[in-house]
């Protein structure tokens, strides 16, 4: 089928396992229903803390399958992540 301006976009978008902090980690595993994730960038990843959108490479980075933030965050902070990953 034929479109006018850009085709569509397929993509298999992840919701991240919950994360819980104790306040001096700053370091966690990236997992998706128990299994490791290495999203592609920092840049491909949606990460909230308190509500509050970190900007990707400054509030925090990854390495493979690792998160990192730019500092610890408190204990019983909530948390949120999507992975925007796998996208044409």
Sequence with gaps: MAYLGNTPQIGQYRKMDN???DGSTSTFNITVDG??????TS???????GNV???PGVG???S???IS???PP???????????????
């Excluded at 840049?43 to 803390?49: E, G, N, P, R």
């Design 19 to 21: 994360l819980t902090f």
């Design 64 to 66: 493979g399958a690792t």
């Design 53 to 55: 959108v970190l900007n």
């Design 74 to 88: 408190a204990a019983l902070t909530a948390f949120f992540g999507l992975i925007f990953g796998d996208t044409l």
């Design 60 to 62: 925090f980075s990854i």
């Design 35 to 40: 299994v490791a994730v290495t999203p592609p």
């Design 69 to 71: 933030f730019a500092s």
């Design 43 to 49: 840049y491909s990843m949606l990460v909230s803390l």
